[in-house]
C-alpha cells in the first residue's frame, strides 16, 4: 500500500467521491472483508460488495487474501493507498493552466502552479512506478511568522533574490544529457493560523 496515490482517471475520481466507496476507503486502510465492513458502515453486505467491486475495477482497492468461510470465500480486501489525491488530469478540459495569467501575487495563480505540481508529480509517480524506478523529488515544508506586512513582503522579494541568483547558479542550457526541473516556491498564510484568527 502507498502512503498517498493519484487518481488520474476521470472515473476513478467520480467512484472515489461517492460518500460510501471514500469511506469505504478509508476502512480499508486496514484489511476487510464485505461482512467487516458492512458491520462498519451500516449497510447490507451485498451493497458493500457491489461498491467494493467498483472500487477494485478502478484499482482502488485490490484483493489481499481469499479465504474460505464455512461454505464461502471470504475476500480480504485493503485500499491500495492510505490517501489518495486527484490530479487535475482527471478534468482535463478544465484544469488550471498557470500560464495563463502569470501574477506571482495571485492567490488563483499559486493555486494553479499548485494544481499543475499534481498534475505533473501524479504523471511522474504513475511512470517510475511502471518503470518499477524511484523518483527523484526535493520538497521543503516549513512555516514563518512574520511580525507585519511589510516584513513579509521584504521577505518574499529576498526570497525571490535568493532563488533568481541560486536558479542562474545552477541552470546550464547546453549540458548534455542534462534534465530540466521544476522548482516551485510558495508563500501563503497558514491555514491553522486562520482558523485561531476566526476563534
Known amino acids: 500500500m502507498f502512503e498517498v496515490a493519484v487518481i488520474e482517471d476521470p472515473s476513478a475520481a467520480e467512484v472515489s467521491l461517492d460518500p460510501v466507496r471514500a469511506r469505504l476507503l478509508a476502512e480499508l486502510v486496514e484489511p476487510g472483508s464485505a461482512t467487516m465492513l458492512a458491520a462498519k458502515v451500516g449497510l447490507p453486505r451485498q ?72 498534475r505533473d508529480v501524479g504523471t511522474l509517480i504513475t511512470g517510475a512506478t511502471k518503470a518499477k524506478k524511484r523518483l527523484a523529488t526535493f520538497a521543503l515544508d516549513g512555516e514563518v511568522r512574520f511580525a507585519n506586512a511589510a516584513d513579509r513582503a521584504a521577505f518574499a522579494e529576498e526570497l525571490a533574490g535568493f532563488m533568481t541568483q541560486l536558479v542562474a547558479k545552477y541552470h546550464d542550457e547546453q549540458a548534455e544529457g542534462g534534465r530540466p526541473h521544476r522548482v516551485v516556491v510558495a508563500l501563503h498564510p497558514s491555514v491553522n493560523a486562520l482558523k485561531e484568527d476566526e476563534s
Open 47 to 118: 451493497k458493500v460488495n457491489y461498491h467494493l467491486r467498483t472500487l477494485e475495477q478502478h484499482g482502488l482497492v485490490e484483493l489481499v487474501e481469499e479465504r474460505r468461510k464455512g461454505n464461502v470465500n471470504e475476500r480480504l480486501m485493503q485500499a491500495t493507498a492510505a490517501s489518495y489525491v486527484i490530479s487535475p488530469t482527471a478534468l482535463a478540459a478544465v484544469q488550471p493552466d498557470p500560464a495563463r495569467a502569470p501574477d506571482r501575487l495571485s492567490a488563483r495563480w499559486l493555486l494553479a502552479v499548485s494544481a499543475r505540481l499534481v
